[in-house]
């Protein structure tokens, strides 16, 4: 599968809401509450069982460990990462995290620069790089182009160690939209792509 034909994959699944109730009514209809992880805990989950769906040995907190003497002062574990079962070369890599609003910026760019980290140690294997976010409601959206921008620069570590932008990758970005209920439990209402770095 090229990255193209997975790109479209990732989207039509996303795109199926009955596939998410199915695995997780925890999330959709059950509802959560706004506590400790269990937003992050869900999607994390819900990444890695839609890898194995798409046919590869999809692993969640996975260490970036291959290829480790590559900045090796950075201890970088992604969200999921989606394994080929022929090569065993790491070919989707996805972080998941919340975005409140502009406050959290910067934790968002911290997961791109995990990603590009993740994808060198990967001898740039990956072809999908993937940052998830949650919010509740819609919200403003992130500025993403800084999050492009910064993909396909790179950026340099407090050490001083250039990463590179990413050359062979593709950056997609998702929001999955909760919403609180009267019973101040939190439901994941959709998933919506929001670009792709191309």
Do not use: C
Not at 132 to 147: D, E, I, Q, R, S
């Amino acid at each position: 599968m090229d990255s193209q034909q997975l790109q479209g994959s990732i989207r039509s699944q996303l795109q199926n809401r009955q596939l998410i109730q199915e695995w997780l009514p925890i999330w959709t209809d059950w509802g959560i509450e706004d506590t400790e992880t269990w937003v992050h805990s869900l999607g994390v989950t819900f990444w890695t069982l839609l890898g194995h769906k798409l046919g590869f040995v999809a692993i969640s907190e996975a260490p970036a460990i291959r290829n480790k003497a590559l900045y090796s002062e950075d201890q970088i574990r992604s969200d999921s990462v989606w394994y080929e079962p022929e090569t065993h070369n790491p070919t989707v890599i996805i972080e998941f995290e919340r975005y409140s609003g502009a406050g959290d910026q910067t934790k968002l760019a911290g997961k791109v620069k995990n990603l590009l980290i993740a994808q060198q140690r990967a001898d740039q294997t990956p072809k999908v790089l993937i940052l998830a976010y949650w919010t509740k409601g819609v919200k403003t959206l992130p500025p993403h182009h800084n999050l492009l921008n910064l993909f396909a620069t790179g950026f340099e570590t407090l050490r001083q160690i250039r990463i590179p932008g990413s050359s062979t990758g593709k950056l997609m970005f998702f929001q999955f939209v909760l919403h609180e209920h009267r019973d101040h439990k939190l439901r994941l209402e959709q998933v919506l792509e929001r670009g792709v770095h191309e």
